[in-house]
């Protein structure tokens, strides 16, 4: 608990830093973002008047401050382009991203962790030599052409799954489900690659360690040595990848989402940059960040679940 | 090789197509003056009685920013097949017939030989969504918004030219134009005046950005921005004996060959394309399938500066024309679109053969080049270049291009869209070359604002020719459209000795549609007339 609290509070300073970082990026951006909202004819004043309506034209540190102050009370401001409330616009595209990330997270672990398992188990036999090559065939090959050989394969060939689209889960689960299979497959596939190797190359150590022997010695089955004796201790750099994958994957997915016409937060942030949306744009880095530093923290604390000697030592 | 071109299509849908959507009339084969890749069909008017029930869903290649007209562009490759649905029409423009055809409206007329005097009339018991009336006091109170002056509309200048307006009774406006336009029914049609919001929502200052108050065909139940768009019929709709579909769902997906394939596999019914190869794939899949489509003269231009150096200069114009092999452009960099020839758009009443662009001649562009290298030195130039995939590919190829001559050289000056709109709008000349959309579905709109002198903003060369502007003016006050077209040949021809600019490739807009899919038809420069579309079972 003490130590969760302790992260906690130096997430503060961190979330500071970006940010201001983000605030002073969006000043290096460069053109005004008045000529989109007004038009390219619009009149000197017309200029003046909404870039007054906007506080554009405020000292950034007071736009700053008033920003954060803002910020702190769920208020993140209006887009500067279509006027949609940022919070609002964030919140609905959020959980596009959000589930993407949690089930290609769950599929690829489910997948990964018996197969880097079973891999390290048959360490240097068939089974994974075969496993090893098709990983590094897997990760050499770039999330948006498996997305396109998938889409070819699955939905043009087979007809199997929908190409393109997307159901929010309130409009019914199972055809949630159907629109979000191909996005999750194609990302899972790099991370079952790369999890699995991870956790091979982990447990692979780990089988040769003398507790493993004498449970190997007292009879205890296979599977009972992989899951329960093996796979905890063999998993702090599986985990720590998946969380900062987790991260990764909630925001840093904007192919795959045009891909398959996912109207997902990736989107929304790379829209912004162009239209130079400054609200969009700060909204969005901001709620990556906290989630990117959540998860981050539950990793860290996990650790403690994971190996008590952590606990017992901070 | 398919994989580039999806790659590239990504890129295709990134670049401004929209701002280009220049396209009007009713279902039409995919035209122009070069034979494209695509195979047209034309879709006639329907002979099978239409039959009412279920949703039809559409793939479009962007989102749309707002759905207020005041701030939407009406164009068809971008807002104007979401104005349509939710907001109806007051005409729509058939740029075959060159003539416009009343909708919510019921006539639109010009009562005095000078074209100053309009009225228009407006098909009785016709209301918006929030139960106001849709009358005459409603469209002044529309163009009214749209000519104050501090309306950001891109349709003010047309707006401000009306003088005055009355209302004899609750469906007529009468207008008063500050000069005679022969075609100013075709200007609405062209535009966010088309579009007509409830004057109540105004009032009570709406979010219309977000949720649009219109007497359309349809009424909008959701909106998933960068998702899906959900409409439902209006059953107050009595403009057309439409809409037929109980809904209309508009899908984005701005992958080309993802719409195609979304259409194979059963998932849309219809998508829009104005790329002819995604026509004859979808065509080639879908057995049946139709292309609803219109040909945009002057779709994709390049466009000089005429008042600065070195393209004050015909001979350096000229040149750079000969010198880019505009087939290779379109095939290439532009997936199969269709290379322009000439400044008018062969088949059209307007079309001349004197209207011919110089063909390639990399010789004898060098020979310009050097005559004028003689005399004022060697040339260098900026190209303004926007920051979408394909305006950056289309500016290397150029450059690629020019660099086989000698004394010529160009330097690409990447900038953010509004900064480069500013400065190729300016009218101060601050730039010698760029790529530009000239949308002339009507003539007397789109190229009277591109040449005729003394439109800064609009005419973004510069261009200022004496017999160019009489045979404009001209034109405008000309009831009859074969008339009206002999003064337009004039214009291209001129523009054809002059090349202030140099249109590059034909753009077709259009919507693809499968075999069970009836009644297909786009108005303008390509917005679907959903209120049409039927499943046939």
């Known amino acids: 608990m003490r130590l969760f609290g302790l992260r906690l509070l130096q997430l503060i300073p961190v979330l500071l830093i970006v940010t201001l970082a983000t605030f002073l990026l969006t000043e290096f951006l460069p053109g005004d973002p008045v000529y989109d909202i007004l038009g390219p004819e619009a009149r000197p004043e017309q200029i003046a008047l909404v870039r007054q309506q906007l506080d554009l034209d405020a000292p950034l540190p007071s736009r700053y401050v008033s920003w954060v102050s803002d910020a702190l009370q769920g208020d993140l401001g209006k887009s500067l382009i279509t006027g949609r409330s940022v919070s609002a616009t964030l919140r609905q595209r959020m959980p596009v991203n959000l589930e993407i990330a949690v089930l290609t997270q769950l599929l690829a672990l489910l997948v990964a962790i018996p197969l880097g398992a079973w891999s390290a188990y048959r360490a240097g036999r068939r089974f994974d030599r075969a496993v090893t090559t098709t990983s590094f065939g897997v990760v050499a090959v770039p999330p948006f052409l498996s997305a396109l050989i998938l889409v070819a394969i699955v939905a043009y060939k087979l007809r199997l799954l929908p190409n393109t689209g997307w159901t929010p ?6 055809e949630n489900l159907r629109y979000i299979a191909l996005p999750v497959v194609t990302l899972a596939l790099t991370e079952i690659a790369v999890y699995s190797q991870l956790l091979r190359s982990d447990m692979a150590a780990t089988l040769q360690e003398d507790y493993v022997l004498a449970a190997r010695a007292r009879g205890l089955s296979n599977r009972h040595v992989l899951m329960r004796e093996a796979l905890r201790p063999s998993s702090f750099s599986l985990i720590t990848l998946a969380g900062v994958n987790l991260g990764r994957l909630i925001g840093g997915t904007v192919i795959i989402e045009r891909i398959f016409g996912l109207p997902g937060l990736g989107t929304a942030i790379t829209q912004a940059i162009p239209a130079k949306d400054y609200t969009v744009l700060q909204g969005g880095v901001l709620l990556l960040a906290v989630a990117y530093l959540l998860i981050n923290l539950l990793v860290d604390v996990s650790y403690t679940f994971l190996d008590p000697r952590i606990k017992r030592h901070g | 090789m398919r994989l580039v071109a999806a790659m590239l299509a990504l890129g295709l849908i990134a670049a401004a197509c929209g701002d280009d959507g220049g396209g009007t009339g009713n279902a039409t084969n995919t035209g122009g003056s070069s034979s494209g890749s695509a195979k047209s069909v034309t879709t006639t008017v329907v002979t099978d009685t239409p039959v009412k029930g279920g949703t039809v869903t559409i793939a479009l290649f962007s989102e749309v920013k707002n759905l207020d007209p005041l701030k939407a562009t009406g164009s068809g490759g971008s807002d104007g097949n979401r104005l349509f649905p939710i907001y109806g029409a007051l005409v729509t423009y058939d740029p075959v017939k060159a003539v416009s055809s009343p909708l919510m409206a019921e006539s639109f007329k010009a009562t005095d030989a000078g074209f100053t005097k309009w009225t228009l009339k407006l098909k009785p018991n016709q209301k918006f969504s929030d139960g106001t009336a849709y009358d005459a006091a ?19 200048s047309i707006a401000q030219a009306i003088a005055s307006m009355t209302l004899p009774d609750p469906l007529t406006v009468d207008l008063t134009l500050k000069s005679g336009n022969a075609t100013f029914d075709n200007l609405i049609a062209r535009n966010a005046l088309n579009y007509i919001a409830s004057p109540k929502a105004i009032t009570d200052k709406v979010d219309l950005v977000n949720k649009p108050v219109g007497a359309g065909p349809f009424r909008m139940d959701e909106w998933i921005p960068d998702g899906k768009m959900t409409l439902s019929r209006n059953p107050d709709w009595t403009a057309s004996p439409g809409p037929y579909v109980d809904k209309l769902v508009y899908v984005i997906q701005s992958n080309e060959d993802q719409r195609v394939t979304g259409m194979t596999t059963g998932q849309f019914d219809g998508f829009y394309t104005a790329t002819p190869s995604s026509v004859t794939t979808a065509q080639k899949d879908n057995k049946d399938a139709t292309y609803a489509s219109v040909a945009v003269n002057l779709g994709q231009t390049f466009v000089f500066n005429t008042t ?17 092999p505009r087939d290779v452009l379109a095939k290439d960099i532009l997936l199969n679109s269709i290379p322009a020839d000439y400044f008018a758009l062969k088949g059209s009443k307007d079309f001349s053969e004197a209207s011919a662009l110089p063909k390639y001649d990399a010789a004898g562009a060098q020979k310009l080049i050097d005559e004028y290298v003689k005399e004022k030195g060697p040339i260098t130039f900026t190209m303004v270049v926007f920051q979408q995939t394909l305006d950056q590919a289309r500016a290397k190829f150029i450059q690629t291009a020019l660099d086989q001559l000698k004394g010529i050289k160009a330097e690409l000056a990447v900038g953010a869209s509004g900064d480069n709109i500013a400065k190729i709008t300016s009218g101060k000349g601050d730039f010698q070359w760029t790529s530009w959309g000239f949308p002339t579905t009507d003539p007397n709109v789109g190229l009277y604002n591109a040449t005729h002198s003394g439109q800064p903003g609009l005419n973004p060369s510069n261009y200022n020719n004496a017999t160019v502007d009489k045979a404009l003016e001209e034109a405008r006050l000309l009831g009859d459209p074969t008339a009206r077209a002999e003064k337009y040949k004039i214009v291209y021809e001129q523009l054809a000795k002059d090349l202030p600019f140099f249109p590059y490739t034909i753009t077709t807009n259009g919507y693809v549609y499968k075999s069970n899919v009836k009644g297909g038809v786009v108005y303008e420069d390509g917005i679907p007339r959903v209120d049409l579309l039927w499943f046939k079972k």
């Open chain 2, 138 to 156: 409603a469209i002044k109170a529309n163009w009214e918004r749209a000519a104050a002056a501090d309306s950001p509309c891109a349709c003010k």
């Open chain 1, 169 to 174: 889960i309130g409009q019914g689960l199972g």
């Open chain 2, 308 to 324: 600065k150096a070195p393209f004050d200069d015909i001979r350096v114009r000229k040149a750079v024309i000969m010198a880019i």
